[in-house]
Nanobody, 124 residues
Framework: QVQLVESGGGLVQAGGSLRLSCATS????????MAWFRQAPGKERDFVGA????????YYADSVKGRFTISRDNAKNTVYLQMNSLKPEDTAIYYC?????????????????WGQGTQVTVSS
C-alpha cells in the first residue's frame, strides 16, 4: 500500500507563490507516475499536472501552463508542485495522486492512490 501526504498549502495574495509537497510512504517503490489534481468548491476535480516515473516527461493543464512546475525527487519519495503567479481562480483543494504505471496521464481514474488534500487560497 502507498500512502501520500501533501503539505505546503496556505493563504497567499494574487501574484504570489507556493510550493506543495507530496511525500510517499509504505510501498513507495511501487509508485510510478504521479500527478496533482485540484477541486474548487462546487466543481469537479480537475487535472493540474503530471510527471512520469523518471521525471523526464511532464504534462500540464492549459490553465496552469507556464505558471506551475511539477517535479519529483525519487531519492526522497517526494513530488512537488511549484506554483507561481497565483490567481484567485487557483483557489482549491490540491490533491496528490500516484499510479503504478510509469507513464503519466491526465485522467484521475488512472491513479490508484490519493492524498488527503491541502487547501490553497489565493486572495485578490
Amino acid at each position: 500500500q502507498v500512502q501520500l501526504v501533501e503539505s505546503g498549502g496556505g493563504l497567499v495574495q494574487a501574484g504570489g507563490s507556493l510550493r506543495l509537497s507530496c511525500a510517499t510512504s509504505g510501498s513507495s517503490f511501487r509508485t510510478g507516475a504521479m500527478a496533482w489534481f485540484r477541486q474548487a468548491p462546487g466543481k469537479e476535480r480537475d487535472f493540474v499536472g503530471a510527471i512520469n516515473r523518471s521525471g523526464g516527461n511532464t504534462y500540464y493543464a492549459d490553465s496552469v501552463k507556464g505558471r506551475f512546475t511539477i517535479s519529483r525527487d525519487n531519492a526522497k519519495n517526494t513530488v512537488y508542485l511549484q506554483m507561481n503567479s497565483l490567481k484567485p481562480e487557483d483557489t482549491a483543494i490540491y490533491y496528490c495522486a500516484a499510479r503504478l504505471g510509469l507513464t503519466a496521464t491526465t485522467k484521475s481514474n488512472d491513479y490508484a492512490y490519493w492524498g488527503q488534500g491541502t487547501q490553497v487560497t489565493v486572495s485578490s
